[in-house]
């Protein structure tokens, strides 16, 4: 399904260039359940971002569903990412003066879900995370784990096949860490796809696979919970 | 040094009110090394930003240094926090379009620093959370372990005596997180009074003391590190 050879991404920021990905070849089928590990700017966040269609390589080849995505044009990307792929950002991306409902429903107006079907499932979606008291409050209103909950909820919003969530737990305490985890386990179990950064062990202790990053390169793989 | 009672917090938005603090009596002496723990949405933040002077209580009493914090004025609360308190953010708060460097110089610059000394300065402490590399990076060009470490040395640019945390490890892996603690550790020893706010428990086996927060109210107390 996912299957990347030699991608590379170097941040050109004004006289500096960070080599942020130096060829990073990997392979993810679908329906596998995989976490991605490595030290704090080793690349987790760049190759999430370039798996999610949301960022392009400098090199490298990546291809998505068997289609080479340097192929696709902007159009097609933006549709892939709105209804295959579900995005959670590490810093929540939230739109602050939105609520944590309009927040969830986001991605469905872009589907082209109707407007009297929105509601409901956004309040479905934040129930699921545990936050059914919290669907009017502004995101600018909410605590650092509550935003996070909401970031997931709207990346679940068109029932993505992909799931990529960058650190979806690290504002949670360990119970609400857990429901969430245990909320991944469960869309693994139907068959989704789903690749989770972290570096708490007790959330890659879910996972059947580690990819482990360091400076930018593949470190090692390991199937399940690494050691 | 610190003193509450009974403080209270309740956040109005539009029609909704929501009580983040309930009630909270609690007491930490100078030199003291604690952990807050508890639930996401607990009250948590909200009870660091009104002991870190960013925000006043609904109602009780707070004493800092034998002051009442209510009988100070904006100047005085200003130079207060500018000086003897470092912050850190659970959201960072860097200003995105700053350097690294910039950010960490900017308490300096309202602390009279001089001009000349703020640079080394900026660059020790961005040396000690281990980003010397990035001292003229912008801080929306990094990566999110490394904007929390830049946000950790901001708070300590002018020297506190007290220091609080608000989840000071929670993008950064287990390497990355025990330099931070080890930081933390030292600056303990020193004789600072140190709050972090935390839901790892590697984190809280660092610090001496921990309160426990649930729904707004203290929960428990233990002293060291809890099971
Ligand atoms: N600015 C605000 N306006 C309205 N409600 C708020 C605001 N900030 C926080 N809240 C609410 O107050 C409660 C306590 O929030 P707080 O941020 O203190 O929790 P926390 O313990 O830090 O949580 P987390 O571990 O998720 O960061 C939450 O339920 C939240 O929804
Ligand atoms: N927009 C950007 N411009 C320039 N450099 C960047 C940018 N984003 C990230 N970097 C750099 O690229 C490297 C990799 O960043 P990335 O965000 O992928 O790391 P990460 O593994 O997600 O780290 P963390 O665990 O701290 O979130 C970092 O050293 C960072 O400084
Ligand atoms: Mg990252
Ligand atoms: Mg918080």
Redesign the pocket.
Known sequence: LIRTERITKVYRTGAVEVGALCGVSLEIREGEYVGLMGPSGSGKSTLMHLLGCLDTPTGGRYWLGGRDVTTLDDIELARLRNREIGFVFQNFNLLPRLSAGANVQLPMVYAGIKPRDRPRRARELLEMVGLGG?VH??S?????????RVALARALANEPSIILADEPTG???TR?SEEIMSLFDRLADQGNTIIVVTHDPEVSAHVRRVIRLRDGQVESQTAGSPA
Chains 1, 2 share one sequence.
């Open positions: 919290r409050h502004r600018n209103e909410l605590s650092g784990g509550e935003m996070q504002n949670l305490d609400t």
